[in-house]
């Protein structure tokens, strides 16, 4: 084979189009890694809509992760104590159904959960929904998109009716001023961020704000940098609409025929005068007033934000807080304009077109909706009531169960809650009480694998085939290149067989992944995110395709018979997915932080993401060149704090909140604000010693989308004594990765 052949990046919600060819072809020596193990050949996609050819180095480098400590075959153990033994399928297996069943029958469906991720193609995530929610009655899925997106999710349902970015990426080309507030695009999101930037360079006349505590390498592109206090962003939203009304840069007609609610909404904004808001939030009066004239001034304002303010106590309404400002201005539904969230994860869309939240349903339906639940009952073939109304344990509430002992089964599919869930400590804690977790993944050992009684080998990017949903909603079809390995199987494979073997024969009786598509599309048939014009064959023949795209029996004579939909918007009509039409507008006060910095505890610690990590490091910690560029953990720490606290460069800190500890090495900069510190997210205890700084955060989350506020929590900072930095240091070079 010579031809390459087109899928998509498998790291952040960018979407990034790729082609890989293997490791030997015609005339040119194999590639190989430095360990001689040859490897596919990676490059852009010039093709794809949302990429154009570009790749960062997380994807220019995946292939060189496929073959290194890969989980090959089913394992099992009776305790935590013991070790694993390799076991068949058909043991894994019959272990994993004897149990749900008598789970089933004893402490009932509700004592079973499954924790999946925003790594699982749509169909793997849409098999999941059917077993747990259709066939065993209980809605305990809940995936790492709670920590990711939720936040979004619920501020676009409640202010549009309907879950859905209504942006897409060729509005970073036609915006006229970029409003980007929580997120680092730059690191985090770095190809749709490049678009961003060539078009400011372009254009003069457009403008960028970057709205962060830390001056990241997305601000130092920003024409104003607002470093604001952490947790003080409703107060800047609403300070800036407190402009817009006073020198009247608002749409009154906008406002009067497509939306409702804004006399509520106005009677709070009279509230965050220039003064009060430039004093809470930290930042100048002037820069206030810059921001809100370029905002007030611009024909298009595109705002664009991700974990900085979904991850946040009161996420949903900073979400909805920011979406006012776009009703107020009517900045929606045209070119270049709008509020566009930058999904983390390359599949969190489809998950949530599949249902993959404790809430929803698939084909962006409600739990708590009869009518939504009688359709999915009749169209997967169950009785009426079988899927249950109340909403499932989103994953706290897991935890939380697992303390109890009301959780009798913890099923876990690629992701690695004992790194990446908050106050971890305690998740860690809880764990280690669960009777019986299985762990579905690629790779092994993971922090998460230490807890597990089953190991299921899961066959990974380029070794099934399926869909993924991007940010900006395109969907692309990704092949499988090269065979899986070892016994590994599809996640959605291993669903349907746990749900033929309980009973459910007929409604698994699928035959291949495009099977598995084809029902789910089916199921999104005159809803917001009707997806029934796609399948494997149009994408096969045209490339990617975006959402909404009804098939042809749903067109009328005046549309484009074979319509590609790419760069479509949502909401261009004015009309949104509420009962009357119209747009919602929301009315917040300012509640600030869950934990603020006290004598105690005086910093606010901010953790985020670095730009060649991924999340736990399961890909990126076994790629030499990543390791090379990000080798080790630090703490930002501005030098006013550092004087104070007498921290040099290096010096070995301390860092500790109410709930646990973290030792990392000082980074003195002024890219930090003061009062401030940063750390990333990405070591847990394979990768680095006490530098899992989720040890530090807390559980406290936002009442709407329950998404916990990981982007801050207080703790203090202090230098290591030389006695303990020798035995940090000691450790650190001890530590074997097993």
């Known amino acids: 084979m010579t031809d390459p052949i087109k899928t998509l990046c498998p790291y952040c919600g960018v979407g990034c189009g790729l082609e890989v060819l293997p490791p030997a072809l015609p005339d040119r020596p194999t590639l190989r890694d430095s360990e001689g193990t040859p490897i596919w050949r990676v490059r852009g996609d010039r093709d794809h809509p949302s990429s154009q050819g570009m790749v960062c180095v997380k994807g220019a480098t995946i292939a060189e992760s496929l073959d290194k400590d890969r989980l090959k075959y089913p394992m099992m ?90 942006c897409c990426y060729d509005d970073l080309e036609e915006t006229d001023f970029a409003f980007l507030i929580g997120t680092n695009a730059a690191e985090c999101h770095p190809i749709i961020f490049n678009r961003l930037v060539k078009h400011h360079k372009r254009n003069r006349k457009v403008k960028m704000v970057v709205v962060d505590p830390r001056r990241t390498p997305t601000a130092e592109k920003a024409d104003i940098h607002l470093a604001i206090k952490p947790g003080t962003d409703i107060d800047l939203l609403n300070g800036i609409a407190y402009l817009l009304m006073r020198w009247g840069k608002i749409n009154s007609v906008f406002i009067d025929e497509c939306t409702r609610n804004f006399p509520a909404y106005s009677s709070v904004i009279w509230n965050y005068a220039p003064e009060t808001v430039a004093k809470k939030c930290g930042i100048s009066v002037q820069n206030l007033q810059k921001v809100a004239q370029l905002w007030g001034n611009s024909d298009r304002v595109l705002s664009l934000w991700s974990m900085g303010m979904n991850q946040s106590s009161e996420g949903t309404a900073k979400v909805r807080t920011l979406i006012n400002l776009h009703l107020m201005t009517g900045n929606i539904g045209k070119p270049g304009a709008g509020p566009f969230s930058l999904t983390g994860q390359p599949n969190a869309m489809g998950g949530r077109e599949a249902g993959g939240l404790a809430h929803i349903l698939p084909g962006y339906r409600l739990v708590k909706n009869p009518q939504h639940r009688a359709d999915l009952e009749q169209l997967w073939g169950l009785k009426p009531g079988s899927i249950s109304p109340q909403p499932g344990r989103d994953v706290w509430e897991m935890i939380r169960g697992l303390e109890q002992g009301e959780v009798g089964a913890l099923w876990i599919a690629a992701t690695n809650p004992a790194v990446s869930m908050p106050d971890l400590r305690r998740t860690q804690a809880a764990l280690k009480l669960s009777p019986f977790t299985i762990y579905q993944e690629s790779y092994y050992p993971t922090e998460t694998s230490a807890y597990a009684h089953i190991l299921l080998p899961a066959a990974q990017w380029g070794e099934k085939t399926g869909i993924m949903t991007n940010s900006e909603r395109v969907v692309t079809l990704c092949p499988q290149f090269r065979p899986q390995v070892g016994e590994s199987r599809p996640d959605w494979e291993i669903f349907a067989e746990v749900g033929r073997r309980m009973g459910f024969e007929e409604q698994f009786n699928f035959t291949d992944s495009s099977a598995v598509y084809q029902e789910f599309v089916s199921l999104t048939r005159d809803r917001p995110c009707d997806m029934t014009g796609i399948s494997y064959d149009r994408l096969q023949e045209e490339g990617p395709i975006q959402w909404p795209c009804p098939d042809r029996e749903q067109l009328s004579d005046t549309d484009d018979p074979l319509p590609n939909n790419r760069g479509k918007r949502l909401y261009t009509d004015l009309q949104f997915h509420t009962p009357d039409g119209r747009a919602i507008f929301a009315a917040y006060h300012s509640r600030g932080l869950a934990e603020p910095p006290d004598e105690e505890y005086p910093f606010v610690l901010t953790i985020g993401r670095l730009y060649g990590h991924w999340h736990t490091q399961t890909r990126t910690g076994r790629i030499e060149k990543i390791v090379k560029m990000h080798p080790r953990p630090f703490l930002e720490i501005h030098p006013h704090d550092a004087k104070k606290l007498g921290v040099k460069n290096e010096s070995w800190l301390e860092v500790r909140s109410r709930r646990g500890v973290c030792r990392l090495p000082a980074k003195v900069t002024k890219a930090i604000a003061k009062g401030t510190v940063f750390a990333p997210m990405h070591w847990g205890a394979l990768w680095a010693y006490d530098a899992e700084v989720n040890a530090l955060t807390h559980p406290e989350s936002c009442p709407d989308s329950l998404q916990p506020e990981l982007k801050a929590c207080a703790v203090r900072v202090q230098v290591m004594t030389p006695e303990s930095i020798s035995s940090e240091l000691a450790t650190q070079q001890n530590l074997v990765r097993v």
Do not use: H
Request: proline share 3%; net charge negative; charged share 20%.
């Open 77 to 166: 153990r009776d305790s935590l104590d013991d070790p694993f033994v390799r076991v068949s399928w058909d043991e894994a297996l019959d272990r994993i159904v004897q149990r749900l069943q008598t789970l089933r029958f004893s402490q009932g469906s509700d004592s079973i959960c499954m924790y999946g991720s925003g790594q699982l193609q749509t169909e793997d995530y849409y098999i999941a929904q059917k077993l747990l929610k259709g066939c065993l009655g209980t809605n305990n899925f809940d995936a790492n998109s709670r920590l990711c997106m939720s936040s979004a999710v619920a501020g676009y349902i409640q202010s549009f009716g309907a879950d859905g970015p209504p």
